[in-house]
């Protein structure tokens, strides 16, 4: 991919005005298409016995939207070759009526892919986005699995494919509602009354001793670590209620700018040592590399 392709069809890309205003990507090409058509029809949206996630349609429209030539996309398809074949569909159908009683199942992924298929074709993109998305039932599986339900979603929304949004859905689905402790539907609904920004809260945070002990660093994941503590999840819901923030155009505009600088802060900052280790004398002359914590960005 050369800087002069980039360039291209960065300029290519339509930048409206004011605060975070949209970036219209791209429309997807015939190539593109029909590659992202080959993934939906023969993946699984899993592979690998960790369960790992298909990325497959994230990296191929990154790639687009960057300017890739088509010899390079379809490279990207060759070389992910390891990713599972969709499996067969369970002998239940997904239903209005049973559709939340799956959530967490992850060999229905290919029964969920059909129902939400369905749904978009009836009822279009947005409806189907609006009804599932913010539904109570599924909230929590949609920012699970590292908020990787979200990104797929995102994915098919900015890039206008219907196919990519009805895996992103459908991944929501077979994903366990691991983020319930603190995803509240019921306590977020209660009207917006927080008064601080996100960075104050973070400052907050810092100095609460609520969340101590909670994560070792040997911990081997985390968040686990952090959802199991009901005294910490606890503490993680009332901060989200301090959150000063407006249900506007402007609020969530402002909401966003918060969110994308909080983001680099803790990607970008976290990644340098502290103090009291760059002044010991034991590390003079020691060269620290910058880790940028590819969890923390997530």
Known sequence: MSAASIQSRLASMHVGRGPLSPLRPPTPTPLVKDLLKRNDEEHDIWF??????NHFPHTLLSQ?????PDSRLKKEWEIEDYLKPIQE????????????????KDNYYHNYLDYFKYKIGQYGVQKTVVDYVLNPALIPSFVSGAVHPLIHTGFGLEFGSDLVV?????????????FAPVVDPEMYSKPLNGKRSLLGIVDEIYKDKTFDGVVKFTDGSKSTSVLKSNRATDAIKEYVLDWSFQATPDGFAKGWTELFELVTHF???SGFPPPHIVNDP???GVHFRVPLDFFLLY
């Open 282 to 284: 034991k590390y003079k």
């Open 89 to 104: 569909k369970q002998p239940t159908e997904i239903t209005d009526g049973n559709w939340t009683e799956y959530i967490g």
């Open 48 to 53: 690998g016995d960790s369960h790992f996630h």
């Open 166 to 178: 009805a895996e992103g859905l459908s991944e929501a689905c077979v994903h366990s509602p691991a």
């Open 64 to 68: 687009f939207g960057l300017g890739a």
């Open 267 to 269: 990607t970008c900052s």
